[in-house]
């Protein structure tokens, strides 16, 4: 079994920055790939950012390309997106997920609870 804690979400001005992470316990085995995703009021959750339990290969959403960076450190079992230049568009509550497979489109068995980010214009 795996478990995931979401932090560093919060309140930042547009064109600011956050960090957050995800901070994962349980055999490593089980999170080959992981990918932080998106839900705002009304519209469906969406994968922003994923990256492969290696590090050595990540995909990113049109909408956060060249904005947003994800990365992992596997010996402190955490991975990070960090968000700069962010928009009030980015407004969601952020999760991040991990899963067994190789596809980064789907195939995450494990979700954290969730960290709100609220990005003011």
């Known amino acids: 079994q795996v478990q995931l804690v979401e932090s560093g979400g919060g309140l930042v001005q547009a064109g600011g920055s956050l960090r957050l992470s995800c901070a994962a316990s349980?055999?490593?085995?089980?999170?080959?790939?992981v990918g932080w995703f998106r839900q705002a009021p009304g519209k469906e959750r969406e994968l922003i950012a994923a990256i492969t339990r290696s590090g050595t290969s990540t995909s990113y959403a049109d909408s956060v390309k060249g904005r947003f960076t994800i990365s992992r450190d596997n010996a402190k079992n955490t991975v990070y997106l960090q968000m700069n230049s962010l928009k009030p568009e980015d407004t969601a509550v952020y999760y991040c997920?991990?899963?067994?497979?190789?596809?980064?489109?789907?195939?995450?068995?494990?979700w954290g609870q969730g960290t709100q980010v609220t990005v003011s214009s």
């Open positions: 997920a991990a899963g067994r497979s190789s596809s980064f489109s789907e195939g995450y068995n494990y």
């Open positions: 349980g055999p490593p085995f089980l999170c080959q790939k």
